[in-house]
């Protein structure tokens, strides 16, 4: 390092980002209300601002700004090789110990093949680049709240109800977002890649 050259933050060089599909506004807020009516008074430490309900298609971590125009190119690329298809809200779900978990979720219904097919087709297009797969199975899911903190399990009743969220919604796209800590929502679409039409 020759010392002439400006210090630059961490934050302003890179941003973190991650590929997902966006639930529509309606579907946001009808996840809200069952958070609001039915899960609220668990104790979790971190709720989702339901304005930032997605589901993960893959986690990039940090990309230099200088990067991303490539990383967008590799990722119209695989969407151009998918037609639309569709998403329903499905059942209620955890991740961790049994009664203590560390996120609580809900699933995905219908076209999960698809989606599953759109979730490798980023993979294989962003390997290349560095970007690494993720070492577990894909498992799509609509994250709700984070680290449960309650003395008490959680209720096993809260998971056997067949409470379905709306209609589904048409996946026309996908999106990639940047993270942005402390703001609220805190993630912000920086690109739409549209499916094929």
């Not at 390092?1 to 302003?12: F, R």
């Not at 199975?137 to 969220?165: C, K, L, W």
Request: hydrophobic share 35%; charged share 20%.
């Amino acid at each position: 390092m020759n010392g002439s050259k400006p210090i630059v933050s961490h934050t302003a060089q890179t941003q973190r980002l991650f590929t997902a599909v966006a639930l529509p506004s309606e579907h946001k807020e009808e996840l809200w209300r069952w958070v609001e009516q039915d899960v609220n008074e668990l104790s979790f430490r971190k709720w989702t601002d339901f304005r930032d309900y997605h589901v993960t298609l893959q986690f990039m971590g940090d990309v230099a700004n200088k990067d991303i125009p490539e990383l967008e190119q590799a990722l119209f690329q695989a969407a151009a090789a998918h037609p639309p298809f569709t998403l329903g809200i499905g059942e209620p779900g955890t991740f961790g110990r049994d009664g203590f978990p560390r996120v609580l979720w809900r699933g995905v219904t219908g076209q999960k093949d698809c989606l599953n097919q759109l979730q490798q087709s980023i993979v294989q297009a962003t390997e290349p680049l560095g970007f690494k797969p993720e070492g577990r199975p894909y498992r799509p899911h609509i994250t709700v709240a984070r680290s449960y903190t309650g003395q008490e399990p959680v209720p096993a009743s809260m998971f056997q109800s067949n409470d379905r969220i709306g209609e589904s919604w048409e996946v026309g796209e996908f999106v990639l977002y940047a993270t942005r800590m402390g703001q609220k929502p805190m993630y912000q679409i920086i690109q739409t890649i549209p499916l094929l039409r």
